[in-house]
């Protein structure tokens, strides 16, 4: 059983030096960004071959992103480069002596990646055919950002943050604290440091002071300040602005009050003075009932009193031109006065009416006056030519006895007399 196990290692020992081997001499090699770099890869033949296909790859990071091939070389002399990695990526071969060495120029942060050298040779698959190596691609870190989170008021809990954009290998933070007076400060015991996040707990007035941050990495370091002023909660900035807001609104509000007071008192004073001085009496312009028997009112009368009307129209025009800022506050009364004349040129039509029903009667009763002073005279003429016919008839019947006596003539009716009403 010793002898079996004996001349299977010893066939396994043979069956490994005759296959391929391909080697990289460090897993992980370091450059500061804009480098130019070699990437060694190392191949041992079972035999002298004939032909050799060397191919490096890229592993993109991605579980499910196949890798990206960044060139093949033949070793008839023939090598293909993608587009992404032309005029970047080149081979140094060595057939001879096992060399496949990569060549790249200007590195970046995006070639922080593993790298895989693959070797082909018809006839020679077996053992080691490929071989990765880490690219780690160094970055200074940029100057760090320092900022407060939360509010540095008595008792409250703070953050100090500090964070640089970029940096390879990722950098690490540090904080440094110092007093008011510039001296280094004692930091309270509950107070954490973690990922370039100092907090801060129950924060009082001892806790002001400077506060320096300092990110470093394998090339530099860079650091950024911040100073922390812990202030009363009533005499804080966002408190004290809440208070003189609030301030200025309420005096703000008082002032809007008693303006708005003054105005409507202004207002009033405005509206009476007008109304004593320029508001017509109720029924002022009115016409006066017609008079009695048949007359009318003296024309002078209406005549005054249109002239008295038009000149305090006058006079409240003139008034209306120079307070024109007083206009709007005398539209109501304006349309209350429109209303009373309207009412007074609907008496004043009434009265109209009246006096045209008036003339009618008048000429009415002078038509049936002159028709009976017509009839009066046509009596008085009957009346006249019977007495001469009987005085005529006197005259023959004087002689007898027994003649009618004669009528006594009525008396005349003066022409200056005025005549009787019929009704």
């Not at 009533?234 to 703000?252: C, D, K, P, V």
């Not at 006056?369 to 005529?392: L, P, S, T």
Request: aromatic share 8%; charged share 35%.
């Amino acid at each position: 059983m010793a002898v079996v196990v004996a001349v299977s290692l010893c066939f396994m020992v043979f069956s490994l030096a005759g296959a391929l081997k391909v080697t990289i001499p460090k897993p992980l090699y370091e450059y500061a960004r804009g480098d130019n770099i070699t990437l060694p890869c190392n191949f041992l033949p079972k035999t002298k071959p004939s032909l050799v296909i060397i191919t490096w790859t890229v592993d993109l990071g991605g579980p499910t992103d196949p890798a990206k091939m960044i060139l093949t070389h033949y070793s008839t002399g023939q090598t293909d480069v993608p587009e992404l990695y032309e005029g970047r990526a080149s081979l140094a071969p060595d057939i001879a002596k096992g060399k496949a060495d990569l060549k790249l120029s200007s590195i970046t942060l995006k070639d922080n990646k593993v790298f895989s050298c693959r070797v082909q040779i018809p006839g020679d698959d077996e053992g080691t055919l490929a071989a990765s190596v880490r690219l780690v691609v160094l970055v200074a870190p940029s100057k760090p950002v320092c900022a407060l989170q939360g509010k540095a008021e008595y008792g409250q809990n703070v953050n100090l943050t500090c964070l640089s954009a970029e940096g390879s290998p990722p950098p690490v933070y540090s904080w440094e604290q110092r007093d008011v007076r510039n001296s280094p400060g004692l930091r309270d015991p509950r107070t954490t440091e973690r990922g370039g996040i100092l907090s801060l707990y129950n924060i009082s007035m001892d806790t002001s002071g400077y506060f320096t941050c300092t990110s470093k990495n394998k090339i530099r370091s860079a650091s950024c300040n911040i100073t922390l002023k812990v202030l009363p909660p009533s005499l804080s900035l966002g408190n004290s602005a809440g208070f003189i807001g609030g301030g200025i609104a309420l005096l703000l509000v008082l002032a809007l009050i008693i303006l708005i007071c003054c105005c409507c008192k202004k207002k009033k004073q405005r509206e009476a003075e007008k109304y004593a001085m320029g508001t017509p009496e109720e029924g002022t312009f009115a016409d006066k009932e017609p008079i009695g028997n048949g007359k009318r009112r003296d024309p002078r009368d209406e005549e005054e009193e249109r002239s008295e009307y038009e000149n305090r129209r006058v006079v409240n025009d003139d008034r209306r031109v120079v307070n024109d800022d007083r206009r709007f506050d005398n539209d109501d009364r304006r349309s209350d006065y429109t209303a009373r004349r309207s009412d007074y040129d609907d008496r004043r039509s009434d009265y109209d009416d009246g006096r045209s029903d008036f003339d009618d009667r008048r000429s009415d009763f002078d038509d049936r006056r002159r028709d009976r002073y017509d009839d009066r005279d046509d009596r008085r003429r009957d009346d006249r030519r019977r007495d001469d016919y009987r005085n005529e008839g006197d005259r023959y019947d004087e002689p007898y006895d027994d003649a009618e006596p004669a009528r006594p003539k009525p008396p005349s009716v003066p022409n200056n007399k005025p005549p009787r009403d019929t009704y």
